[in-house]
């Protein structure tokens, strides 16, 4: 309560209302389209099931792009926006992606060129990659800071949060006929690496010894200094994803294990 009395001390009402329009369109537009192309076929329990699975993802999304916890995360808290991080990578993708039919893609897939092409973005190794290279790339201060500067270019970095993020969980969770999941196997060993691959960001924000990013040196919050901070967001992050990323492990472990017994 400390902390929330020291970031809307003063001015609580204009920090909650404050809404970026380029947010609120895209969000917007984005929930629009998909319910003009759905609700004409929601008579089924499944697409009543889709429709809930997708807007909850997108409004998850709006929760923590719009109003005070993305200014909090701009301006008071690091560990506000570690927070947001993992809400754009770790819950809104699946959740969205739970929500789109498996026929989306199909008239993507007529055309051979554009089949490829989307083939080699949701193949695992290069998911794998692209999301822990720009989850990285942004953590590095000079662009985090700039970021935080300039509202466009953290639209981008979330853009690109979100947009690797639904390619990483492809090979886990994909709906789309034309992608298969992956094997229980190849499955735990995603989810291994997954869990592990944010060390990279973890290790150098968690144990350094000065504010890696100035944008929270002089922030009102007086509770915690901006190295505590800091600190408390590298650890958020890490635990966080390892805690999703090892449970869905276990979980398809066992479901794995069941499975082989079943053919015994």
């Not at 889709?50 to 995360?73: A, D």
């Not at 466009?152 to 639904?166: K, M, P, Q, R, Y």
């Not at 000065?210 to 800091?230: F, H, K």
Request: a neutral charge; aromatic letters at 16%.
């Amino acid at each position: 309560m400390d902390i929330l009395n020291s970031i809307f001390a003063n001015d609580f009402s204009n920090k909650f209302f404050y809404f970026h329009a380029e947010i609120l369109i895209a969000i917007v537009a984005i929930q629009g389209f998909y319910l003009f192309k759905m609700l004409p076929r929601s008579k089924s329990e499944n697409n009543h099931n889709l429709i809930l699975k997708f807007t909850s993802g997108m409004l998850v999304i709006f929760l923590v792009t719009v109003g005070p916890i993305h200014e909090i995360s701009e301006h008071y808290l690091f560990s506000g926006h570690m927070f947001q991080h993992v809400v754009l990578t770790i819950v809104a993708p699946p959740l969205i992606l739970a929500g789109l039919p498996n026929n989306m893609l199909d008239i993507l897939f007529k055309n051979r060129l554009l089949s490829r092409v989307i083939l080699v973005f949701v193949n695992p190794l290069v998911a794998f990659f692209l999301f822990n290279l720009v989850y990285s790339l942004w953590h590095f201060p000079v662009l985090y800071n700039m970021a935080l500067d300039i509202h466009l270019i953290h639209f981008l970095e979330h853009a690109l949060f979100f947009s690797t993020a639904f390619l990483m969980w492809i090979p886990l969770l994909s709906p789309f006929k034309q992608i298969s999941i992956l094997a229980p196997p190849l499955k735990m060993m995603y989810l291994f690496f997954l869990s592990v691959g944010q060390i990279i960001v973890f290790g150098p924000i968690t144990f350094s010894e000065v504010v890696l990013y100035s944008g929270y040196l002089n922030s009102p919050v007086t509770v915690i200094t901006p190295l505590q901070d800091q600190i408390i967001g590298g650890i958020f992050m890490k635990i966080s994803g390892g805690f999703i990323f090892l449970t869905l492990f276990i979980i398809t472990f066992f479901n794995w294990a069941k499975m082989e017994g079943n053919r015994v």
